[in-house]
């Protein structure tokens, strides 16, 4: 593994504030830019893993292999429709892990040693996580190098941050002490809504430059191309989700140049 491979956890213990829609989008947008990017799907209902084409049912190999030490990283990377973009395939089984991990040794460190061991190099891998803070979460955080937390432009959206950023803490402390946070991305913005202003005004007066500059706007186009296997900038690149995903990822990359 080289050392400059930036890892990003794309973590929040809310569900539905867009966690993997951002995983893939930003991802896929990397890739469009020139980067080599791998997307590990950590998440038991393995929706990245299907909305970046690939059919859960048809391939064998998945991160579940890797998280239980069964098979190597190298061995379960799947190709995904975006040149530049491969995958590593969730599924169901990783529902389980937590107890078939209850006994092993370093249990927390499985997928960063499983990382560390990795024989191709990427500019970018980014991990889409569970919604929940159980061990696969953590496995995450603590094999990532940054965090990315979506926080959506909706009422309750700073409920449980808290817990979420003490967490983060205690992996850093523990765990993982490179582990840094990238920056909160609001996600489904609508700025017709006051709502929306709201929300997008709190979350930046209490975490100030911690937030993005980047917002991603709700936007049909960016829900519709799940369905059709497809990140946002394969099936519209035009529209404003597609967009916003590639500013995000043009934002990350500059932040990371200037260190």
Request: glycine content about 8%; hydrophobic content about 40%; proline content about 4%.
């Amino acid at each position: 593994m080289i050392i400059e491979m930036r890892v990003l956890s794309v973590s929040n213990q809310k569900g539905g504030v867009g966690k993997t829609t951002t995983a893939v989008n930003l991802g896929a947008s990397l890739a469009v830019l020139g980067k080599k990017v791998l997307l590990i799907d950590l998440d038991p209902q393995a929706n990245a893993t299907s909305g970046l084409g690939i059919n859960k049912a048809d391939t064998g190999r998945y991160v579940y292999q890797v998280m239980i030490g069964a098979n190597d990283l190298q061995s379960v990377i799947e190709e995904t429709c975006v040149k530049g973009m491969y995958a590593v395939p969730g599924s169901y089984h990783l529902a389980g892990v937590e107890l078939e991990l209850v006994n092993q040794p370093l249990r927390e460190r499985m997928l960063a040693r499983a990382l560390s061991l990795l024989e191709t190099s990427f500019d970018f891998v980014i991990i889409d996580c569970p919604p929940s803070l159980g061990l696969l979460t953590i496995n995450a955080l603590t094999a990532a190098n940054r965090v990315i937390i979506p926080v959506q432009c909706e009422y309750y959206a700073l409920e449980g941050l808290g817990r979420l950023m003490k967490t983060l803490s205690v992996i850093k402390k523990r765990f993982n002490p490179r582990l840094e946070l990238a920056g909160i991305l609001l996600t489904m913005y609508d700025p017709r809504t006051r709502l929306s202003q709201d929300i997008a005004k709190e979350v930046k007066g209490y975490f100030n430059s911690k937030v993005f500059n980047t917002v991603i706007p709700r936007n049909v186009r960016l829900s519709e191309a799940p369905s059709y296997g497809m990140p946002i900038c394969l099936y519209d690149i035009s529209s404003k989700g597609a967009q916003g995903y590639l500013m995000l990822a043009k934002e990350i990359i500059r932040k990371g140049e200037n260190g």
